[in-house]
């Protein structure tokens, strides 16, 4: 049974930092995509990075320079540096793991962990 289980959201000031962790159980790690999304109230989940097996990232334009996603292969974690964090920052984040295999795509989700940005 696989499992993604965030931490490390809450409530920072604007300018603050925070840090948000997703360890996985029951895939093989290293070969996912790992990915963060947030989701505001009554907006679409939106891609915030992306970090593939091979080490290529991918970041959201209005995140660029602020955030840095890593992975930590041998803990099966993958984090979410989040820096200069602004009100419209303010979102749930899900952590998401994918295969995208031959035949099919395995595709799975964190619960989701709230960040808050506001003074």
């Known amino acids: 049974q696989v499992h993604l289980v965030e931490s490390g959201g809450g409530l920072v000031q604007p300018g603050g930092s925070l840090t948000l962790s997703c360890g996985a159980s029951g895939i093989s790690f290293s070969f996912y995509t790992v990915a963060w999304y947030c989701q505001a109230p009554g907006r679409q989940r939106d891609l915030v990075a992306s970090?593939?097996?091979?080490?290529?990232?991918n970041y959201a334009d209005s995140v660029k320079g602020r955030f840095a996603i890593s992975r930590d292969n041998a803990k099966k974690t993958m984090f979410l540096q989040m820096n200069s964090l602004k009100p419209e920052d303010t979102a749930v984040y899900y952590c998401?793991?994918?295969?995208?295999?031959?035949?099919?795509?395995?595709?799975?989700w964190g619960q989701g962990t709230q960040v808050t940005v506001s003074s």
């Open positions: 998401n793991a994918r295969l995208v295999g031959s035949s099919r795509t395995n595709d799975f």
């Open positions: 970090l593939s097996g091979g080490g290529t990232t």
